[in-house]
């Protein structure tokens, strides 16, 4: 698929974002967030801004021994870019590792997410790492 340079900057920034997001490269990873961005997740979750975004990531990669999103698929129409990804992580203190399948709805301007609502099943983690029942004899 060939795609206009906006779009293909947009597809280009999505990649090279979780390039840095699998380092903990914070510093990049806001190169490519607009101070003005709202985010939205599962069960109503919203962050607003880099400082709301900052105490969000705290919490949550303080969670995680490593995080890779991998992007299955990707699609992009004007500012708007859509792509679908597989989460491989491991969770701290168990060391366990768990993934799951997601895709993010991304509204871009000058190669920054300006508005990202998520997609991912929250419980599916859970669900991994839950202990197996054992088999009834």
């Not at 890779?68 to 491989?88: H, K, L, N, P, W």
Request: hydrophobic letters at 40%; aromatic letters at 12%.
């Amino acid at each position: 698929m060939t795609y206009t340079p906006t779009e293909q900057a947009n597809i280009d920034a999505m990649y090279r974002f979780m390039e840095a997001e699998a380092v903990r490269d914070f510093e990049t990873m806001y190169r490519f967030i607009a101070p003005d961005c709202v985010s939205y997740g599962p069960g109503g979750m919203v962050t607003r801004g880099h400082e709301e975004m900052h105490a969000y990531d705290d919490v949550f990669f303080a969670s995680l021994e490593s995080l890779r999103r991998s992007i299955i698929d990707v699609a992009a129409d004007g500012d708007t870019a859509v792509f679908r990804y597989r989460a491989e992580m491991v969770l701290r203190p168990s060391g366990k590792s768990a993934s799951l399948d997601g895709a993010t709805w991304a509204r871009m301007r000058g190669g920054q997410f300006v508005e990202t609502w998520g997609y991912w099943d929250t419980a599916e983690v859970g669900r991994q790492l839950r202990p197996q029942k054992e088999a009834a004899l």
